[in-house]
């Protein structure tokens, strides 16, 4: 049966797999054949149409220096269909050919033995009996590869498949149950058994049903009893290998028991001695811990006197440490002892109170120092108290101590004011303090002298407030810098021994003095008593591993911790008191110089992360501490501006002299300077505040002498005036580079006469007296900026206003006729237009002169407001153009009126001329005084221009052409006498009239 399932089994020699048989290999005799690959390509680098991408034969470009399938000497076609051959050989491509393709004889390889039928002889041997086992389960069971044994087991399968296709299906169902009413009444039908039908009837259908299910159960059994057959060598294979193990099974329950009994003699011989020898020393060495243990509580049942007594004697630091300490050991070492239940909440509680009591006295320590004379030359009230509080305030984390100090600064700035306000104001004897109680009230009736004196007083005061701000506040940095170096030179120390302690094994713990074992025995003792438990010996070790470790990483604190507190105890308990009080004073002086030695238990290293602020926290108060000096200063100026804005509410500010406000800004720049040097950043709101002062100031400052231009305008009935002598130095002196407003000259001093011009550079200016007091007004300006640099764009922009509004006014007075209804002129002359040309030549001059030194008085970026003084210069140049435009105006209507009525006839010169030359004259002599000597030649030109183009209309209305003619005569004769009569004038002699131009060009 077994040779259905495949090939048969062979028996294997007896050097193969232990359960003698393999599977038969390939026959020897069977060839394999490659698969024909098609010739390369031509060029193979082209792809082809195949799968394979590019063709990866020889090339016959680039192969064609080298031997190559190409190199063939025999022609492949040819040979395959060689005539001479009767017939084709079937072996042409396996068979082994010669170098020119030819049939050559292969001599045999002297590597490969000559293989014969001897050599299988012992296979053949060792195969010969399951060789006839096979062939007869062969016969037994024919092979199902066999023809006629396939025919007759499918000829038996389709019989059996039949047969079972008589069986109803309900039979094959996977549900089938008769308990199911359906069911049974389908298996059995009772309705072939009716009462009626008789009892015969009745038998005969009983055995009828049960005859055909016993054939329905033959059949079935039958093909049960086939497929049994069929694996019947399977089953019997699973039976022989249920016993084979079976008899695997006693053979190891069996070695099993005799390895229980060696290893129970083992444990009676080898065991149990030096088990009990290990459960002693373990025993001793909990009763060693035992007695440490007490100790221990002994020390810390201490706690609460000693804290007492360093609490009274305010070593805040040292009862803060001995608190930490006694609760790490509480919480480490005498986790769970019932005596010590409430201990810890009271030490907490404990801690707490400390908490407020340093906060207290932090407050009153500010209050002192913030509040204390300024004659004292300490500039650090109690340096230790100090340090000592801040290291415990650090210690609890309360880092927010320095806003208490910040509130404090905040209320002694305001208590500095005060004090200086009522000590002025006790010296001042116009003041009654009885009717005028307020001090804002009682600033505003000082003089402003008085009041300057106070405001420097208040200055002084600040500067030393922010001394001893600083002074203070740097022993503070010092500490939490101290703190933040001690955090992480521990921080490295830690970690250079935990680099130690993985370098160099497990040896920590032997330096421990009251532990007389060595680490290796203590770890064995604690292993042998936990495998005696019953525990695995792998969870016994690494319990063990574990807690070397944590021994490793805290010996010191542990050891130390316990030394700390059985001091404390001796030094509490002992006869002599006085060693208690030696240390107390001791670890006093240690906790006021704020280093990291601190008295018995801050020497442990106990000032962890867990315990002292992170290295960010304490960056971050020393950064605060910082702020805090900025916010002192911030403090201080804010006083100071409402000392300034309490003056200023009744205007008096705006209402000083320009020197007064000058004193003022000085006063105020030099106590901004002060405490930017002292305090390192710069404060904006004094100088914020001074700064809106000085725009009042200035605006006050303009609007006064906007006010006095307008009314010296107003009255200004624009002729020549005479120019004092002080005017002429004022002008020498600019000339020479000095933008400042000369000193007064005493009374006595010799008077000199004044004179009919103004001279600047060389030139002379005819000017009215509103241009004098001008140039006095700006230079008014430019002193003021000299003084109180801060105003310049604000006073540059004012100046410019005030620039424009006398150009602009004086524009409406003279071009615009306004003068006649202001000042009652009867009209506006020649004599006056060339007067105000020649004012604004002047201001003109200056304007340059002006920019140059505003411009040294501002910064680069702030340049740009110089564009005002190019508008204004502008507006100048072309009121001047509108003026001599005037001027010629007036020529051309005369010229216009008078030349309308000329006739050319005798007697020549006519008259018509004769009032034209008397004109002329009359207006060189009215602005030859006035204006230079080279504008009055331009003036005269553009006037002779449009005199040209009135006759050239009027010649030409007569017809009157340059014919030779007697009217071209008469007209020569007038035209002569014109040029004559206005060359004659001063500074025209050699002016170019150009009178051929008034005939008209002959065509």
């Not at 007695?291 to 007492?308: E, I, N, S, Y």
């Not at 969870?539 to 021994?551: F, G, R, T, V």
């Not at 002429?728 to 000259?745: C, F, M, Y």
């Not at 001047?880 to 010229?895: H, N, P």
């Amino acid at each position: 049966m077994a040779s259905s399932h495949g090939s048969s089994p062979v028996p294997h020699s007896s050097k193969g797999s232990s359960d003698g048989f393999y599977r038969k290999g390939p026959e020897p005799s069977s060839r394999h054949y490659r698969s024909v690959c098609s010739l390369p390509d031509v060029c193979p680098k082209e792809p082809t149409g195949e799968a394979r991408g590019l063709c990866d034969g020889p090339s016959v470009v680039a192969d064609q220096h080298r031997w190559t399938i190409y190199s063939s000497k025999v022609n492949l076609p040819a040979a395959l269909n060689d005539p001479r051959l009767a017939k084709r050989e079937s072996d042409f491509f396996t068979k082994t050919w010669g170098l020119d393709f030819v049939e050559t004889e292969v001599m045999p390889s002297f590597y490969l033995p000559n293989i014969t039928k001897e050599h299988f002889t012992p296979y053949l041997q060792e195969t010969a009996q399951k060789e006839k086992i096979h062939e007869r389960c062969k016969a037994i069971c024919p092979n199902k590869d066999d023809p006629d044994s396939v025919s007759s087991i499918t000829h038996n399968h389709e019989k059996a498949r039949e047969e079972l296709e008589q069986v109803p299906k309900i039979f094959m169902k996977p549900d089938f149950a008769l308990n199911d009413p359906v069911t049974f009444n389908a298996v059995l039908p009772w309705s072939h058994f009716s009462v009626a039908s008789g009892k015969n009837r009745d038998g005969a259908s009983s055995r009828l049903l049960q005859e055909k299910l016993s054939h329905y159960l033959d059949v079935v059994e039958v093909c049960i009893a086939r497929q049994i057959s069929l694996r019947s060598e399977a089953f019997f294979h699973a039976m022989s290998s249920q016993h084979e193990l079976q008899d695997r099974l006693q053979e190891t329950a069996h070695a099993v028991s005799t390895l229980r009994g060696r290893m129970a003699s083992m444990e009676r011989v080898m065991c149990e001695g030096p088990l009990k020898a290990l459960q002693q020393t373990l025993t001793r060495s909990n009763c060693v811990r035992l007695h440490d243990k007490l100790k221990l509580m002994a020390a810390v049942h201490q706690t609460q006197p000693t804290v007492q007594l360093l609490l009274s004697t305010s070593e805040f630091v040292g009862a803060l440490e001995l608190i930490a300490t006694t609760k790490e050991v509480l919480q480490q070492e005498l986790q769970g002892i019932h005596s010590f239940r409430h201990l810890g909440s009271q030490l907490c509680e404990m801690e707490r109170l400390i908490d407020k009591m340093m906060v207290a006295d932090f407050t009153t320590y500010a209050k002192s120092d913030l509040n204390r004379p300024f004659e004292e030359d300490s500039q650090v009230l109690e340096k230790d108290r100090l340090q000592s509080l801040v290291f415990g305030l650090l210690r609890q984390r309360k880092l927010d101590f320095l806003d208490i100090y910040s509130d404090e600064i905040i209320q002694a700035a305001k208590g500095i004011v005060r004090q200086c306000v009522l000590r002025t104001v006790s010296q001042i004897d116009e003041i009654d303090t009885d009717v005028v109680m307020k001090l804002p009230d009682q600033m505003r009736l000082m003089a402003f002298c008085q009041w300057f004196e106070l405001l420097q007083d208040i200055f002084e005061h600040f500067i030393l407030f922010l001394k001893r701000i600083k002074a203070t506040l740097s022993v503070v940095r010092a500490v939490v810098l101290e703190v933040l170096d001690s955090s992480q030179r521990s921080r490295q120390m830690a970690e250079g021994r935990e680099r130690a302690g993985a370098g160099g094994g497990g040896g920590g713990d032997q330096g421990e003095e009251e532990e007389p074992l060595d680490g290796n025995l203590r770890v064995g003792s604690e292993l042998a008593y936990l495998t005696h438990e019953g525990l695995f010996i792998s969870d016994a070790m690494n319990e063990a591993e574990q807690q070397q470790q944590q021994q490793q990483q805290q010996p010191e604190v542990r050891s130390t911790t316990t030394q700390a507190l059985t001091q404390t105890r001796r030094d509490v308990c002992g006869s002599d008191s006085a060693s208690a009080t030696t240390e107390s004073s001791s670890s006093r002086e240690h906790t006021s110089n704020t280093t990291s030695t601190l008295p018995g238990v801050l020497a442990t290293g106990l000032s962890s992360e867990d315990v002292m602020p992170s290295d960010l926290e304490l960056g971050r108060v020393a950064n605060n501490v910082q702020e805090l000096l900025y916010t002192a200063s911030d403090v201080s100026h804010d006083r100071c501006v409402k000392v300034l804005i309490t003056r200023a509410k009744d205007g008096s500010l705006e209402r000083l002299s320009s020197a007064e406000f000058v004193r003022l800004s000085q006063a105020v720049e030099a106590f901004v300077k002060d405490t930017e040097e002292l305090c390192g950043r710069r404060s904006v709101s004094l100088r914020g505040a001074l700064q809106s002062q000085a725009n009042r100031f200035v605006h006050r400052f303009h609007e006064e002498r906007k006010t006095k231009l307008s009314l010296l305008l107003d009255n200004e009935r624009w002729k020549q005036a005479e120019v004092p002598a002080e005017f002429q130095d004022l002008v020498n002196s600019i000339a020479d580079g000095r933008i400042t407003l000369p000193d007064r000259k005493p009374s006595g001093t010799e008077e000199r006469k004044p004179s009919d011009y103004l001279t600047v550079d060389g030139q002379r200016y005819a000017v009215v007296g509103t241009v004098l007091l001008l140039i006095r007004i700006f230079l008014e300006y430019c002193q003021c900026v000299n003084d109180i640099p801060s105003i310049a764009t604000d006073m540059l922009t004012r100046l410019s206003d005030l620039l424009k509004h006398f150009n602009s006014r004086s524009c409406q007075l003279v071009l615009g006729a306004g003068a006649l209804q202001v000042v009652g002129l009867k009209t506006i002359t020649t004599k006056n237009l060339a007067l105000v040309s020649r004012c604004l030549q002047l201001v003109v001059h200056y304007i340059p002169i002006i920019r140059a030194h505003f411009e040294t008085k501002l910064q680069p970026k702030q340049y740009s407001v110089l564009r005002h003084f190019d508008h204004i210069t502008k507006d100048y140049n072309d009121h001047i153009a509108e003026i001599s435009a005037k001027l010629v105006a007036i020529m051309d209507s005369l010229f216009e009126k008078v030349l309308s009525k000329y006739e050319v006839k005798a007697p020549m010169p006519s008259a018509c001329f004769r009032n034209i030359c008397k004109q002329m004259a009359k207006m060189h002599e009215a602005i030859s005084d006035l204006l230079p000597e080279e504008q009055t030649p331009m003036l005269f030109l553009k006037i002779n221009a449009s005199f040209r183009m009135h006759l050239k209309r009027q010649l030409a209305k007569l017809g009157v052409i340059n014919d030779g003619g007697p009217q071209h005569g008469l007209v020569v004769v007038d035209v002569a006498f014109y040029t004559e009569n206005v060359q004659v004038l001063r500074s025209l002699e050699r002016l170019d009239l150009n009178m051929a131009a008034i005939w008209e060009q002959k065509r």
